[in-house]
């Protein structure tokens, strides 16, 4: 349905300066699919989602292909591009503090997104908006709310809401529980598998929370889910999150997932097992693999080329180790 | 590994209500509804609840920011309740708070050794060249390189920023230091590194820790006490021997 090809993204610096910032992903996703995108803070994870819907600054170049349903999303004119915007493929943003309008009752929000799409009546729009307000677990009362009225978890189901509005056929969560504590993530989760049947492409960092996903897909579903790992604008390591978390490749997987679950008694002063440094920075990456200065593995080779993406049964993986 | 030597801080019975409204109206958000805890020196506390459970207002309450309306806290055998002004400048460095959001906290204009040299000044301690020398020593001790001093809060990342305010709360020599959901917005890999490091700052400073905490995965190590705050009251307290 979503075939991401070579996809190449490069902000624009200043004296005419380019960032290469996601240097070559490929990746597709079939219906009702979900994949994770997994991958610390800056790694170009949000990048990847706002090309997808072409919501990048213009300045910024895109190369590559993004074909969706047979289109290719990248040279489609802008007018075409508001079509599948929300009604084919939604997107859940990061800060749903600052994505929705602080001035517009919540429950207009949500009509907007329809009536963008619907010829509807007004009085249909609300039933519906209603409707969707409903169905996030949300009062419809709060429609009338304004977003400093209401909590974090509030205000992300109306972005769901919001998202599920048109029954898209992709749906792209850039962090949609982050902020929250982890009962309330979960619970957000599990929600969005459950109201829809559209793929769904979660971008988080925290393994935990794909953890989450892939049970309630696995048991609504029956479809296994698969992750992306991406470290300095490239997929490190990607398969299906079973063999991620049973036996993962890359070290860079390996030390992620490491992270998430320390052993250890409680009270014990163990020392958690942590990736030394700081994440590659764009500006200053070097001609080797991006994670080699971090990487416990690394050998003579690693410095000197970068390292290709080869199959290893049903993944891929970037890394001379294998 | 660490020394216990009897208790820190008590709280007793503490509770706070914020008013809403009118301020004779009777509508009001319990916060705090009689809460007593303990932290013994060079412990650590963990604090964990859902959000809107009151563990901020806690911390709050402990660091002197808000004063409880019912109840006492006792740092190091004295009230805080009978305090003077100057007695509470001395006080407050025994006790600092990193804040939720760290790098929101850090003067953007000032470099990263005027940041840590700031409480110093404030509590007149030595002079300009004694300050910035020891703000240099304060900013290796949480392992930021010999650039960090004359680098400003934007050239640093996340990661960079949450040590600089760990070094900002450091520079008196607390012996109580709270972490207010300090390192949730952070990379896991870069919160790991931050706890390990709190680990070895404890054994070194004879620090005790209140630590807020939505998840417990990885704060569990160096926790010597838990504590479940809901809807204002404890539901849980669960000590780990080690």
């Known amino acids: 349905m979503l075939h991401v090809e070579n996809l190449r993204v490069s902000y624009a610096g200043g004296g005419g300066t380019q960032t290469a910032v996601l240097r070559g992903i490929d990746f597709h996703i079939a219906p009702g699919e979900v994949l994770g995108v997994l991958g610390e803070s800056g790694c170009g994870k949000t990048t990847l989602a706002l090309s997808i819907l ?189 063999q991620l978390e049973t036996s993962a490749l890359h070290p860079y997987t390996q030390a992620l997932l490491a992270c998430s679950r320390p052993s250890g008694q409680p009270g014990a002063r163990q020392k958690l097992p942590a990736i030394p440094g700081y994440s590659a920075s764009f500006f200053r990456l070097a001609a080797g693999c991006a994670f080699e200065a971090r990487c416990g593995r690394r050998q003579a080779v690693c410095g000197e080329r970068e390292p290709d993406c080869v199959d290893v049964g049903e993944r891929q993986i970037r890394c001379f180790v294998l | 590994m660490t020394i216990r030597s009897g208790t820190l801080l008590e709280a007793r019975n503490v509770s706070k209500t914020f008013t809403r409204g009118r301020w004779y109206s009777d509508c009001g958000v319990r916060a705090l509804d009689n809460v007593t805890l303990s932290i013994q020196s060079s412990s650590t506390l963990a604090l964990v609840g859902s959000s809107g459970s009151g563990k901020s207002t806690l911390a709050r309450c402990i660091a002197q920011l808000e004063k409880p309306d019912l109840g006492e806290i006792w740092f190091d055998g004295r009230s805080l309740a009978n305090f003077t002004q100057a007695g509470f400048r001395h006080l407050r460095k025994e006790i600092q708070i990193v804040p939720q959001d760290p790098s929101a906290s850090l003067n953007p204009r000032w470099t990263a050794a005027e940041i840590v040299s700031e409480p110093l000044r404030v509590q007149r301690w030595g002079n300009e060249k004694k300050r910035y020398v020891r703000s240099l020593e304060l900013l290796e001790s949480v392992g930021l390189d010999n650039r960090a001093p004359h680098q400003r809060p934007y050239q640093l990342s996340g990661g960079q920023r949450a040590r600089l305010a760990l070094a900002r709360a450091l520079a008196l020599e607390p012996r109580l230091l709270i972490l207010d959901e300090s390192l949730s917005s952070l990379d896991l890999s870069l919160q790991a590194q931050i706890i390990n490091l709190l680990i070895d700052l404890q054994a070194t400073y004879e620090l005790a820790y209140l630590v807020i905490a939505h998840d417990m995965t990885l704060v569990a190590s160096m926790t010597d006490q838990v504590v479940e705050l809901c809807k204002g009251r404890i539901v849980r307290q669960e000590f780990f021997p080690c």
């Open chain 1, 54 to 242: 072409s919501l990048l600054p213009a300045s910024t170049s895109v190369k590559g292909s993004i074909r969706f349903l047979g289109q290719n999303l990248l040279v489609l004119p802008e007018r075409e591009l508001r079509r599948i915007r929300g009604e084919r493929i939604a997107m859940i943003f990061q800060e749903s503090g600052s994505a929705l309008n602080p001035v517009m009752p919540v429950g207009r929000q949500v009509e907007e997104v329809i009536h963008a799409h619907r010829d509807w009546s007004l009085d249909r729009l609300r039933e519906e908006a209603h409707n969707f307000l409903g169905q996030v677990g949300l009062d419809p009362s709060i429609a009338q709310a304004y977003p400093h009225q209401l909590s974090g978890g509030q205000l992300q189901r109306v972005q769901i809401a919001q998202a599920l509005s048109c029954r898209p056929t992709l749906i792209i969560a850039d962090e949609p529980a982050s902020g929250l504590d982890p009962a309330a993530q979960a619970e957000i989760l599990e929600m969005v598998v459950q109201r829809t049947h559209a793929a769904l492409l979660v971008i988080t960092h925290q393994p935990s929370n794909l953890h989450v996903l892939s049970r309630s897909v696995a048991m609504l579903r029956g479809l296994t889910s698969r992750v992306l790992v991406m470290y300095a604008g490239q997929v490190v390591e990607a398969g299906s999150l079973e």
